[in-house]
């Protein structure tokens, strides 16, 4: 089951950044779910990304959830971010951001 439809995700990588956003239209259940996701991830594996939301009340694809690796030498971001990506049944990413 995949939730691309529900919840979008966009990955960047740069040399030592590493990013994630989830964007959804506008849910306090889907939001919350991807909170929990997040924060389960961060236990399982000890990693402690920036983690910050955008939400607009006026356009829905700007609500999103952000999860950040800032100085990421090793690339060990990955781990987290793929959890998490599993955690909410997302199979795929979207290009060009």
Request: charged share 40%; aromatic share 6%.
């Amino acid at each position: 089951m995949s939730r691309c439809d529900e919840i979008r995700a966009h990955i960047r990588m740069e040399e030592r950044y590493q990013g994630l956003s989830l964007v959804f239209a506008h849910n306090d259940a889907i939001k919350q779910e991807i909170l929990d996701a997040i924060e389960e991830a961060k236990k399982e594996t000890g990693l402690k990304p920036f983690i910050f939301e955008k939400i607009s009340n006026d356009r829905k694809e700007l609500h999103a959830i952000y999860i950040e690796f800032r100085d990421d030498i090793h690339r060990e971001g990955g781990e987290l971010l793929t959890k998490v990506l599993k955690k909410l049944h997302i199979d795929k990413c979207e290009k060009d951001i």
